[in-house]
């Protein structure tokens, strides 16, 4: 098949265009640096830097969109705030106008978002059926994943995936959190009871990748392995691998004075269940965190 993919340079994106092109799938990703996209995707990926220009005879059969500035990298300022909707609301609706725009139609669509969208839930189970707390993380994810639904009215398939926190060697959120686990003064954020929905880069791939293939599917999926865990205990588990105590607490009221509003992605948590995916016929590959952790840490 052939795909484009947005955001195909980040985490997941580049992930993902190794794995198709393995696969011997067509990848054309969209990037505003070339040289990027085939350092991190590989020389056969197609590197465009605008949708216009893949051109109308060249056939699409499925869109990854993964586009969107990383959510934790600088503190929520009005500014960045616009930032991180503009990265993702508006290139999603220009996507769409794309597809709007073309004769021969891709038949999916899928599209990321993240469990942010659910809000702070507490230690209450969350499934694709779930209702949300308002945050600025749902207003965020909501409206991002409402402009890609859009291409339902184009008679394009869609299907959304909320991410969780994604565990992966050398990136992510883990690798913030290495330097002081390793230093002996890692440990629980507040009380610790807040949940952690993981998931390991490899499933989560693997899940875009999936849905990609299932034309029945559509609609929401909750992209997180079934066995989310509260940030003490996802401490310990590091902390054990990494052969260091994790006896050092970071008190709420000093991350909402670092941080301010963002803190909320770190006190706040979500209990998610990736209930369809499983009920479609996907097997994650790691449900265990301590064998998830010994893979992305070896």
């Known amino acids: 098949m052939n795909y484009l993919i947005t955001g195909g340079t980040g985490l997941i994106g580049s992930k993902i265009c190794q794995r198709l092109q393995a696969a011997g799938h067509t990848v054309i990703v969209l990037s505003r640096s070339?040289?990027?996209?085939?350092?991190?995707?590989?020389?056969?990926?197609?590197a465009v830097t605008s949708l216009d220009e893949i051109g109308q005879n060249e056939q699409v059969d499925v869109v990854i969109n993964l586009t969107g500035a990383p959510i934790a990298d600088a503190r929520w300022t009005k500014n960045r705030k616009q930032e991180l909707k503009d990265s993702r609301i508006k290139q999603?609706?220009?996507?769409?106008?794309?597809?709007?725009?073309?004769?021969?139609?891709?038949?999916?669509?899928?599209?990321?978002?993240?469990?942010?969208?659910y809000g702070d839930q507490g230690?209450?189970?969350?499934?694709?059926?779930?209702?949300?707390?308002?945050?600025?993380?749902?207003e965020l994810c909501d409206q991002w994943e409402q402009a890609a639904l859009k291409a339902e009215e184009l008679g394009v398939r869609v299907c959304l995936v909320?991410?969780?926190?994604?565990?992966?060697?050398?990136?992510?959120?883990?690798?913030?959190?290495?330097?002081?686990?390793?230093?002996?003064?890692?440990?629980?954020?507040?009380?610790?009871?807040?949940?952690?929905?993981?998931?390991?880069?490899?499933?989560?791939?693997?899940?875009?990748?999936?849905?990609?293939?299932?034309?029945?599917?559509?609609?929401?999926?909750?992209?997180?392995?079934?066995?989310p865990v509260t940030n003490a205990e996802f401490s310990r588990t590091l902390a054990q691998n990494l052969h260091r105590p994790a006896i050092m607490m970071v008190p709420a009221c000093v991350l909402k004075?670092?941080?301010?509003?963002?803190?909320?992605?770190?006190?706040?948590?979500?209990?998610?269940?990736?209930?369809k995916a499983r009920a479609a016929g996907f097997e994650f590959q790691y449900t265990d965190l301590n064998a998830a952790l010994g893979d992305v840490l070896q």
Not at 34 to 46: D, E, F, M, T
Not at 263 to 268: A, E, F, N, V, W
């Open 34 to 46: 070339r040289n990027k996209v085939h350092q991190r995707c590989g020389l056969s990926a197609i």
């Open 92 to 117: 999603t609706e220009a996507l769409i106008q794309w597809i709007s725009q073309r004769q021969q139609k891709p038949g999916s669509l899928i599209s990321g978002s993240a469990i942010g969208w």
């Open 123 to 138: 230690d209450r189970i969350v499934t694709e059926d779930s209702s949300y707390q308002d945050e600025f993380a749902h």
């Open 162 to 227: 909320r991410t969780g926190l994604v565990l992966a060697p050398g990136a992510g959120f883990l690798q913030r959190m290495l330097l002081p686990f390793k230093l002996g003064l890692g440990g629980p954020i507040s009380d610790g009871q807040q949940y952690m929905s993981w998931v390991h880069l490899e499933d989560i791939c693997n899940l875009f990748i999936f849905l990609s293939k299932q034309q029945a599917l559509h609609g929401v999926f909750n992209g997180t392995a079934p066995t």
């Open 257 to 275: 004075l670092a941080f301010g509003e963002m803190s909320q992605l770190l006190l706040g948590g979500q209990r998610v269940l990736p209930e």
